[in-house]
């Protein structure tokens, strides 16, 4: 069976072993998604299945045959950047450019998170739709860390970003 990445069927791994993220990046070629902590504790290497945010680097790649995952290659249309990315250049949300693959992947999520009105942990009202605060974002990100300075301006492009759906 195959996984799909970015639209496009790829053989799954026959070394079980191997992570998602080391078959994205060793394998296919797609150096978008960051090797950071390798560990789970930084978000560098956050894409989505099937719309959910996962973190690739704890991912075993054979666990996602017969599903779609999305890159921070496959959020572009060709030469058109996804509006988040573009809200990431308007915001300065970014400085080394490290994290931000994985901040926009999960900004991605987090957005589809806030569509379904799923509560965060600090969601005072469990049945309420939640608030697209600067709180609920900085506690829905939490897992995506930013370690030169762009903490502000990613903050004020997912802000930007979540804020569309309310226009």
């Known amino acids: 069976m195959a996984i799909t990445i970015n639209g496009r069927a790829y053989d799954a791994p026959k070394d079980v072993r191997v992570s998602l993220l080391d078959l994205l ?14 560990q789970g504790a930084c978000g560098a290497c956050t894409v989505l299945v099937d719309g959910e945010r996962i973190l690739s680097c ?26 988040l990315q573009s809200l990431f250049v308007e915001h300065d949300g970014f400085q080394c450019g ?7 992947m999960s900004a991605v999520a987090l957005r589809e998170e806030f569509k379904r009105g799923l509560p ?8 309420a739709s939640p608030e697209r605060s600067r709180a609920e ?3 829905r990100m939490n897992g995506n860390l930013c370690r030169c300075g ?8 997912i802000a930007a970003y979540v804020s569309e759906d309310n226009e």
């Open 25 to 38: 990046r060793d394998t296919l070629d797609r150096p978008g998604t960051k090797k950071g902590c390798n």
């Open 58 to 83: 704890l991912a075993l790649a054979v666990q996602y045959e017969g599903r779609s995952v999305t890159t921070i290659e496959g959020l572009a249309d060709d030469d058109d950047l996804h509006p």
């Open 98 to 104: 490290y994290c931000t693959p994985g901040q926009i």
């Open 120 to 127: 965060s942990n600090i969601s005072p009202d469990l049945q």
């Open 137 to 139: 974002i900085k506690e």
């Open 150 to 157: 762009a903490h502000n301006g990613i903050v004020d492009a």
